[in-house]
Nanobody, 125 residues
Framework: QVQLVESGGGLVQAGGSLRLSCAAS????????MGWFRQAPGKDYEFVAT????????GYADSIKGRFTISRDNAKNTMYLQMNSLKPEDTAVYYC??????????????????WGQGTQVTVSS
């Protein structure tokens, strides 16, 4: 069984930065890809970013491109999301997720197999 634990959320002013972490544990952890999603109050889940575990190929949502950077440390089984130039509209609960296989789009929430509990990011104006 794989467990994902997010950390690093908090309250920040617009224009500020936060770095989210997602620590994975599990005897056979070795996903094809991992990703970040977010859910703002009253809205659906939104894809944020994804990274393939072995090759480090990345993909980003247009809404955060150029401001957020996804990365991973394979030795630590940890994924990160560096968020810069934060805006009030980035306020949401951020979730990390792991995708076991390459099948299905990495931007589709339904194609992920494991989820963290979420961490709140609040950006004040």
């Amino acid at each position: 069984q794989v467990q994902l634990v997010e950390s690093g959320g908090g309250l920040v002013q617009a224009g500020g930065s936060l770095r989210l972490s997602c620590a994975a544990s599990g005897r056979t952890f070795g996903p094809y890809a991992m990703g970040w999603f977010r859910q703002a109050p009253g809205k659906d889940y939104e894809f944020v970013a994804t990274i393939t575990w072995n090759r480090g190929q990345t993909g980003y949502a247009d809404s955060i491109k150029g401001r957020f950077t996804i990365s991973r440390d394979n030795a630590k089984n940890t994924m990160y999301l560096q968020m810069n130039s934060l805006k009030p509209e980035d306020t949401a609960v951020y979730y990390c997720a792991a995708k076991r296989t390459y099948s299905g789009s990495a931007t589709n929430i339904n194609n992920y197999d494991y989820w963290g509990q979420g961490t709140q990011v609040t950006v004040s104006s």
